[in-house]
């Protein structure tokens, strides 16, 4: 279930708990030819793969019982901020198992969250806005003070920023006709560098009846 993703800013890999199992075995061989099949055989590009191989292997080190100290049994995000300017700064960092997200809109309160541990509870108040429209709020609670943000989308192109500063909410809301197009929520944050990310999304609005606030509340980073 492997996945990669490089946006001009950093390079990620994402590893489930039997491939960085398989990560850090091709790391003991210490053989940078090996290291780049394995990389190559994950989704990471012909050109890329023996860069991050080259870098990761220099630091070996440490970069294996980091890698096997981050994995908590759900495997790991492996990051290089700055790539390929940066290559050898290749962060290992913990993946958790996700809540499930697909469900929140089905009970008045329920928990959503990423799979870098990040969670999210859900509340559901139903008549207090006007019947024919619905709206979310996103309440940041998150211990570690940064600002979060939510994207309310209604369906027909156009996008809401929700910006929630620390310890603060923010709210916005569209017509139950654009809800009905069961655009997806996305959730983001400011991460290493204060870059924003988009961290995951969600389905369901459709689901939420006319007159109803829907408030997330940020408490885990």
Same mark, same amino acid.
């Given at each position: 279930m492997s996945s990669v993703t490089y946006n001009g800013l950093y390079l990620r890999i994402e590893l489930d708990h039997e491939e960085t199992? $398989?990560?850090?075995?091709? %790391?003991t061989s210490g053989d940078v030819g090996v290291i780049t099949t394995f990389l190559a055989a994950l989704g990471v590009s012909?050109?890329?793969?023996p860069i991050v191989a080259a870098a990761v292997a220099v630091h070996l080190a440490w970069e294996i019982p980091a890698t096997k100290a981050a994995d $908590?049994?759900? !495997?790991?995000? %492996?990051?290089?901020?700055?790539?390929? %300017? =940066?290559p050898a700064a290749f962060i290992p960092t913990t993946r958790y198992p996700t809540p499930h997200n697909d469900t929140w809109f089905s009970s008045d309160d329920a928990v959503i969250g990423s799979s870098e541990g990040d969670v999210i509870e859900t509340h559901i108040d139903h008549g207090v806005v006007a019947p024919d429209a619905v709206t979310f709020r996103l309440n940041n609670q998150s211990p570690e003070g940064w600002d979060k943000r939510m994207i309310l989308r209604d !369906? =027909?192109?156009? /996008?809401?920023? &929700? /910006?929630? $500063?620390?310890?603060? *909410?923010? /709210? =916005? *809301? &569209?017509?139950?006709n654009e809800a009905a197009n069961d655009a997806p929520l996305t959730f983001w944050k400011p991460k290493m560098l204060g870059i924003w990310t988009g961290i995951f999304s969600v389905q369901g609005i459709r689901h939420v009846s006319g007159g109803s606030r829907v408030t997330f509340t940020w408490v885990k980073d």
């Open positions: 199992v $398989k990560f850090t075995g091709a %790391l012909a050109t890329v793969a $908590k049994g759900d !495997g790991v995000f %492996l990051t290089a901020y700055g790539f390929p %300017l =940066n !369906g =027909n192109g156009a /996008e809401y920023r &929700i /910006e929630a $500063k620390a310890y603060a *909410s923010a /709210e =916005n *809301s &569209i017509y139950v």
